[in-house]
């Protein structure tokens, strides 16, 4: 119940969260491998996003005291020991508003600016960014991690139009996390090493040399990570720098993008994304409203995946995928939607290198869905194609439309549907419903909503919102069905998770359950509705979970994943694991007390 494994090469090694190699509970799922490039052998190195580093005698020991003692209480936190003359790791403190003349880097001295914390730190070192705006340029040459302490909102790193705002040499190995950075005139980021971006903004920066990249440029063997990240409003018109208005990704390296949004861009070529000899994945993002002259809003080219994504509304074309001069060819496109793009859907010259599975291509403008031949992993829905092969309609799912006889697939307009990033959602009759890959399929779609089998949709998102078929047919007293929906963050170290219960009668009591697994149970003690959840059933019963409906029929909680009930206690919600939430609530029926459920709804955590 308490053990994860550390995927991959590292899977030998634990740690031990409450201070024992090989203790009963060596939970170590929030530890990510920061990078699949970053192999054993060359830095011996695991980091988790919010864990301390230490290095001694060439070998790096990782321990994260503080996360610990958040965790699990402090008596933990002391119970690892560094080896004599390893100099220890700490927070720096960075606040321009504070008392910072003297500059000590402590909370109550801090620095006056972000590059003198930077030159402070030694390897390891979090520093942390009280909300401001911050004019400077810096160089990141060590594994360091910045912290906006009071969020991207209020936390920014202007380089007033000086040349790169950040800068990730080829020895930097960086996590920068809650900061806007902005007035970049040689692209706002520039990574030669090894960078993860998470709940930031990168907007108001342009470039005109080093290929383009306004947003961010990103070259050589380095990674490049983006975990809930905005890049908007960026450019690279001129000058050599004409390609990838957000992200330029150059030979040799590896770019992840999961639960961002790239919108607003705009360049000569690749709009959106523009990859030279990289490894690209998209990931349950979206890129939206870019502008290129030619080549899409996203431009791949070597090994390259688009999953449970959604590409809208670009000029200049929607994906467009090209011959590599570096690497091989292929290009992977799953459960995604790539919608009302002018100037083409998806296009590219290269034969048998597309496969595209349970996808949505239709409402081009200008240009074709789909061209040329695509490998069909089935159950795709392509609105009209004329030169298109490898896709039959009626044949292995699949179905598509023509210039003559062209099909529409009924979807909403880009918005809010949930989740971090915006999404096109199948309206009442679309023909995507219930007509997607029932057996090999993504667990979640865009949103982190659950995708039921026997019930999966095509594209990248659910019309049932990940609320389990079937459960909660009994409407309550005001005629309807109660609703629940969640908001917030699927990323379980942020703990911002919130459930909503709505159309209740109103001024009625309700909490809600938590399962591992779904399941079936009609009217249990008499309650009018059903349960939907199996296995060990939580409880959110303290007494400040257990709430009124009020006049709206609605209640709300912040679901507490450090804390979410099992048995006789409490676990914590670990990256990776699937949870099954209901709500409870009383009801008078006829004058009679009684009870009832909501829907159900499951969702995976990251």
Request: aromatic content about 8%; some cysteine.
């Amino acid at each position: 119940q308490c053990r994860s494994t550390v995927p991959g090469s590292f899977s030998s090694f634990r740690l031990a969260w409450n201070g024992r190699l090989g203790g009963p509970c060596d939970r170590d799922a929030a530890a990510r491998i920061k990078s699949e490039r970053m192999t054993l052998a060359r830095y011996s190195r695991i980091k988790s996003e919010r864990m301390i580093l230490a290095r001694y005698s060439g070998t790096v020991l990782r321990y994260s005291a503080a996360l610990l003692r958040l965790s699990f209480g402090a008596s933990i936190g002391t119970a690892f020991t560094l080896p004599a003359g390893v100099p220890p790791v700490a927070d720096l403190y960075v606040d321009a508003g504070a008392n910072c003349g003297i500059g000590a880097g402590t909370m109550a001295q801090p620095y006056c600016t972000i590059g003198e914390a930077v030159a402070g730190a030694v390897d390891g070192d979090v520093i942390r960014i009280a909300a401001g705006s911050y004019v400077e340029n810096l160089v990141l040459d060590s594994d360091v991690t910045l912290v906006g302490t009071s969020g991207q909102a209020l936390t920014t790193i202007d380089g007033g139009m000086n040349g790169s705002v950040v800068t990730v040499t080829f020895t930097g190995d960086a996590t920068v996390d809650g900061v806007t950075i902005t007035g970049g005139s040689d692209s706002g980021i520039t990574n030669r090493g090894y960078l993860v971006l998470r709940n930031s903004t990168v907007t108001g920066n342009t470039v005109t040399t080093n290929f383009g990249g306004g947003g961010i440029y990103h070259d050589r063997a380095g990674t490049l990570t983006l975990r809930n990240v905005l890049v908007s409003g960026n450019s690279a018109l001129g000058g050599t720098g004409a390609f990838g208005g957000g992200i330029f990704a150059g030979v040799g390296g590896r770019v992840w993008i999961e639960s961002s949004t790239i919108s607003g861009n705009t360049a000569l070529r690749g709009g959106g994304t523009y990859s030279f000899g990289n490894d690209v994945t998209i990931m349950s993002s979206t890129v939206s409203g870019n502008r290129a002259n030619s080549h899409g809003a996203v431009l791949l080219d070597g090994f390259s995946e688009i999953i449970n994504s959604t590409i809208s509304g670009n000029m200049g074309g929607g994906v467009s995928f090209t011959q590599s001069l570096f690497s091989g060819n292929y290009l992977r496109i799953r459960s995604s939607t790539i919608f009302g793009n002018d100037g083409g859907g998806v296009s590219h010259g290269l034969p048998g290198a597309v496969s595209i599975a349970n996808s949505v291509v239709a409402g081009t403008i200008n240009a074709e869905d789909l061209t040329d031949f695509c490998v069909s992993n089935g159950f795709n829905f392509v609105g009209s194609s004329s030169g298109l092969t490898g896709l039959v309609d009626g044949v292995n799912g699949d179905q598509v439309g023509s210039p003559a006889a062209p099909i529409d697939p009924f979807l909403g307009p880009l918005m809010r549907n949930g989740g971090p990033t915006m999404t096109h959602q199948a309206l009442a009759g679309s023909p995507l419903i219930g007509r997607g890959n029932q057996v090999h399929l993504e667990p979640v779609d865009q949103r982190g909503a659950v995708r039921v089998a026997g019930y999966v949709d095509i594209g990248s998102t659910e019309e049932n919102n990940g609320n389990l078929p079937g459960c909660s047919s009994v409407p309550n007293s005001t005629g309807s069905i109660g609703a629940i929906a969640y908001s917030g963050s699927l990323e379980a170290v942020e703990d911002n998770f919130t459930l909503t219960m709505s159309s209740l009668p109103p001024h009625q009591f309700g909490a809600f359950l938590v399962a591992p697994r779904p399941g079936f149970l009609a009217n249990p003690a008499g309650s009018a509705g059903h349960l939907c959840l199996d296995g060990t059933i939580g409880r959110f019963f303290l007494p400040s979970q257990i709430m009124g409906s009020g006049p709206s029929g609605a209640i709300s909680l912040r679901v507490p994943l450090t804390m979410m009930p099992q048995g006789n206690g409490f676990v914590v919600a670990l990256p990776g694991e699937t949870w099954f939430f209901q709500g409870w609530h009383r009801d008078v029926i006829v004058g009679t007390p009684a009870s009832n459920f909501s829907a159900a709804i499951g969702v995976l955590l990251r």
